[in-house]
């Protein structure tokens, strides 16, 4: 049970370039997000996909986009990256399947992204 | 707009004393809060969860009270100790949950 992966752990891109973070669960949650962190300013919360099939705007979404594959896979995609997208990224998922909405989230490791 | 404040930055207390964390929030009617930690270089771990009908919880050395009065959580460490160290947030939301700034509590021997 690995609980919530990412993939890369670290990325450096150019101003322009694209790049997609990868995102699994093995906790058969239904809720899967995605945060930006930036000193100061704690997690902000990009998107977010309530249940397999959909996906809803955080609160800093532009320049963004996100695919929820299937259930256990959720990604993110930067299509033209710039220098304020550096960040760390946390994806995290909560909900079993059945289970109340009150129920926790699990954060994965974190992709160190740096956008020259 | 909702704000999730957690009014002090960073916190330096010495080991054995309590440590006490402060989340405020405006513009939201929660139906619980919850208490993340965060070590450096990784994501946050869920420490705690205090329902709007709860006035305190507790789990061994943590205890987390909810006013909702005065939308205000606060967050103790008692007996604290230098693996207290880390930085701690408050979130709150459901499906859209969203984190406070955090504050970096440092415990010295």
């Known amino acids: 049970n690995a609980g919530v992966t990412q993939t890369p752990k670290f990325q450096v891109l150019k101003t322009g370039q694209s790049m997609t973070l990868q995102c699994a669960q093995d906790m058969n949650h239904n809720s899967m997000y995605w945060y930006r962190q930036d000193p100061g300013m704690g997690l902000r919360l990009i998107y977010y996909s309530a249940s397999e099939g959909t996906t809803d705007k955080g609160e800093v979404p532009n320049g963004y986009n996100v695919s929820r594959l299937n259930k256990r896979e959720f990604s993110l995609r930067l299509e033209s990256a710039a220098p304020s997208q550096t960040s760390v990224y946390f994806c995290?998922?909560?909900?079993?399947?059945?289970?109340?909405?009150?129920?926790?989230?699990?954060f994965g490791p974190g992709t160190r992204l740096t956008v020259l | 707009s909702q704000k999730i404040e957690q009014n002090s930055e960073a916190l330096n207390i010495q080991e054995g004393k309590t440590a006490t964390l402060t989340c405020n929030y405006t513009n939201y009617s929660p139906a619980y809060l919850q208490w993340y930690r965060q070590d450096p270089g990784r994501g946050p771990v869920f420490l705690l969860l205090i329902r709007e009908n709860e006035k305190e919880k507790r789990k061994e050395r943590l205890k987390v009270t909810f006013d909702t009065t005065l939308k205000q959580s606060l967050f103790h460490i008692t007996a604290s100790q230098p693996a207290d160290s880390a930085t701690y947030l408050c979130?709150?939301?459901?499906?859209?949950?969203?984190f406070g700034a955090g504050t970096r509590l440092t415990v010295k021997p």
């Open positions: 995290a998922s909560r909900t079993p399947a059945g289970g109340k909405s009150t129920d926790t989230q699990y």
């Open positions: 979130a709150l939301g459901d499906n859209d949950m969203r």
